[in-house]
C-alpha cells in the first residue's frame, strides 16, 4: 500500500517495513557489541515504541530484561510541551546497565523528563535507543546514543507511530502528505 488516510489526512510510504529491518538489526548488532558480557535492561517507552522494541530485543544477544513505562506529551500530530508519565518503571535499576527505547526523539523535553527520574535511580549507566531522531527539532543536550535514522520534520505514522491512536499497526512507517 503506498497511501494510509486517517481522519482525511492522506500519508504516503516513507519507509518500508524491509528497510525498518535493517536499520533495527544495525541498532542491535551496535548495542550487542557495546555491551559484550553484560546484564542490560531495556526500557521501553509506550505505547509507540512497542514495535520496534519487540523487534530489537528479538536481536539483542546479551542477558537482557525489558520494562515498560508510558509518558504522554502529543495530542492529535504536536507535541503538547507537557510530559505526563502515566505507568511507572517495575525493575530495581539501580547500579544496571540502562537502555531507554524510545520510537522517536523529537524536542527531547519527555526523555528528559525520563532520564532525570531514571538517574536517580543511580543505574551504572543510561543510554538511549531511538528509532527515529529529530535533530533539527531537539533542545535538549544529552546524548542519544544510538540512532536508527535522523528526519527531518515530518509527521509519521505505521510501525508504532499514530495519529489519534491510528496507524500503528502499518508494518511500513508512512509521512504526511504535502500538496
Do not use: C, W
Amino acid at each position: 500500500m503506498e497511501e494510509y488516510t486517517i481522519d482525511d489526512k492522506v500519508f504516503e510510504k516513507y519507509i518500508s517495513h524491509s528497510q525498518l529491518e535493517v536499520i533495527v538489526k544495525s541498532l542491535a548488532d551496535k548495542i550487542n557489541k557495546d555491551y559484550t558480557d553484560k546484564e542490560v535492561i531495556f526500557v521501553v517507552v509506550l505505547n509507540g515504541a512497542f514495535m520496534f522494541a519487540a523487534d530489537l530485543f528479538k536481536k539483542i544477544n546479551l542477558k537482557a530484561k525489558i520494562t515498560f513505562v508510558k509518558l504522554a506529551s502529543y495530542e492529535n500530530s504536536s507535541s503538547t510541551g507537557v510530559v505526563k508519565q502515566l505507568i511507572g518503571l517495575n525493575e530495581n535499576i539501580k547500579d544496571k546497565e540502562v537502555i531507554i527505547v524510545e520510537d522517536i526523539v523529537d524536542t527531547g523535553a519527555s526523555m528528559r523528563m525520563l532520564r532525570n527520574q531514571l538517574l536517580a535511580l543511580e543505574p551504572k549507566s543510561l543510554e538511549i535507543a531511538a528509532l527515529m531522531f529529530k535533530p533539527n527539532k531537539f533542545k535538549e543536550n544529552y546524548p542519544v546514543k544510538y540512532v536508527g535514522m535522523n528526519i527531518e520534520d515530518p509527521f509519521i505514522i505505521g510501525y508504532g507511530f499514530d495519529l489519534n491512536g491510528y496507524g500503528r499497526n502499518l508494518e511500513d512507517i508512512y509521512q504526511l502528505k504535502t500538496e
